[in-house]
């Protein structure tokens, strides 16, 4: 019996349905390494959906016991507050993490010895070092370029610029704990606490080409107030290591909870004791654009905010913000909701800010799913966490509730310490991850 032809589109129809049923089934199986179907894509999934085929693993090196992701003996001076382990997003303007970007890690180690470990080339590379790290940085715009200071003795470090993958040191200054490049990742920070009054004296440092000569602000720009009593502005006012430090310096009176940022190579922003000022590179010597009353808080990457007494006196406070590059205040109205407290874990977009904590200031304007891939890490690497806790008895004290994880969201990666190991694995393409990376890189 011949069927009708409406029979046979139907049986044909029905093949294509299990035929096409089939497929998906058996590439939702397959690890998205493998041409499978990534959990989250087109949609973030939940934390209990992402698991471990979801994290293909791109590398992984053992540590040998003793040895630790963690830096040893400073924190920055506006720093006082100890900044988590696997830090935030890895963004220029936050304290140093041991996890650097999408590329290695710092470790420190007995007898005082550190190295960082960079995977390169498909291999790991591994730079020595004699003294115990307190900080290791490379930069979002300059991946070829490691930032470490070394703890040199007691109170004294050494700030070092090294090449990647060569590893040979650019140049090396007796500076630190502070170091750091500036926002856009085409200068460094250097400095240290010095003198009987423990002001910060900073320089500026070119990522390219010879040290240049040293200068110091000198604090007389016409217009604004003078230098602070006792603070240097001549070189002969400088300790030792203070005249031997090269490029621009500039001191600045200190004291726990002043800040300061270099969001370009010629710009500094400075807030402390109820006071800012606004300082600018000009052929080789800061000088001073403007000061005035109230606090800054920076709004990385895009603009200082500044709260402020109100004009006329007696109104209050007002808040108005400016562009990093330029002292143009713009009034911020009394509608808009109140900043969160500073902290360098914000990233700032255009109406809205949130950390890689997930903590949020207002709504984005285009969706953004919470953040579930730190937690789904967590369950998908507890079996490696408990064998090697099983086997070393410092992992224990080391990571007591569980593998560290460190996203690098940016670049669609996170670090993942178990213990004995630690691990490099590629993040599922997720629509929260893309947005990410506009706001790091507006």
């Known amino acids: 019996m011949v069927p009708l032809p409406s029979t046979k589109y139907l049986i044909a129809t029905l093949f294509i349905a299990a035929m096409l049923l089939l497929v998906t089934i ?34 992984s090196t053992r540590l040998e016991d003793g040895w630790s992701p963690r830096f040893q003996g400073a924190q920055d001076p506006d720093q006082w507050e100890p900044w988590p382990f696997a830090g935030g997003f890895g963004a220029p303007w936050e304290p140093a993490s041991p996890y650097l970007q999408d590329q290695g ?47 040199s003795g007691p109170g004294r470090f050494e700030t070092e610029l090294l090449t990647i993958p060569e590893g040979r040191v650019l140049w090396s200054v007796m500076a630190g704990p502070w170091s750091r ?58 300790s030792d290591d203070g005249r031997d430090l090269p490029g621009a310096k500039v001191a600045l009176p200190w004291k726990e909870g002043d800040r300061v940022w270099m969001p370009r190579p010629d710009w500094l922003w400075v807030s402390g004791g109820g006071t800012w000022s606004a300082w600018k590179l000009e052929e080789g010597r800061w000088r001073r654009q403007a000061t005035g009353p109230g606090v800054l808080e920076a709004q990385p990457p895009l603009r200082v905010g500044l709260t402020a007494p109100a004009t006329p006196p007696g109104e209050g406070m007002a808040r108005s913000t400016s562009s990093v590059d330029r002292v143009a205040w713009t009034p911020v109205s ?46 998908a690497f507890k079996p490696d966490w408990l064998s090697a806790k099983a086997i070393r008895r410092s992992v224990a004290g080391w990571l007591p509730g569980g593998a560290e994880v460190a996203l690098r969201e940016a670049q669609d990666r996170a670090w993942v310490w178990v213990g004995d190991r630690v691990l490099l694995v590629k993040l599922p393409e997720l629509s929260r991850t893309r947005r990410v990376r506009k706001i790091l890189n507006p």
């Open 181 to 238: 490049y500036s926002w856009d990742g085409r200068a460094i920070l250097v400095g240290f606490l010095e003198g009987p009054d423990q002001h910060l004296l900073l320089s500026a440092l070119p990522m390219e080409g010879d040290l240049p000569d040293a200068t110091l602000a000198s604090w007389d720009e016409k217009g604004l107030p003078p230098a602070p009593k006792g603070l240097p502005t001549k070189a002969d006012q400088l």
């Open 334 to 379: 009394g509608d808009d909701p109140a900043w969160p407290a500073y902290d360098p874990a914000w990233a700032w977009g255009e109406g809205s800010a949130l950390t890689a904590w997930d903590l949020r200031w207002r709504a984005f304007p285009e969706a953004l799913p919470p953040e579930r891939q730190r937690a789904a890490l967590a369950l």
């Open 26 to 59: 058996v590439q939702g199986l397959k690890p998205a390494s493998s041409g499978g179907i990534a959990a989250g894509v087109g949609a973030d999934a939940p934390a209990a959906v992402l698991g471990l085929d979801s994290f293909p693993v791109e590398a």
């Open 105 to 151: 890690f710092a470790a420190n180690g007995p007898k005082g010895r550190s190295e960082v470990r960079l995977w390169q080339g498909l291999e790991w590379r591994t730079y020595r070092f004699d003294s115990p790290l307190v900080s290791a940085r490379i930069s979002l715009h300059r991946p070829d370029r490691l930032l470490v200071t070394l703890a």
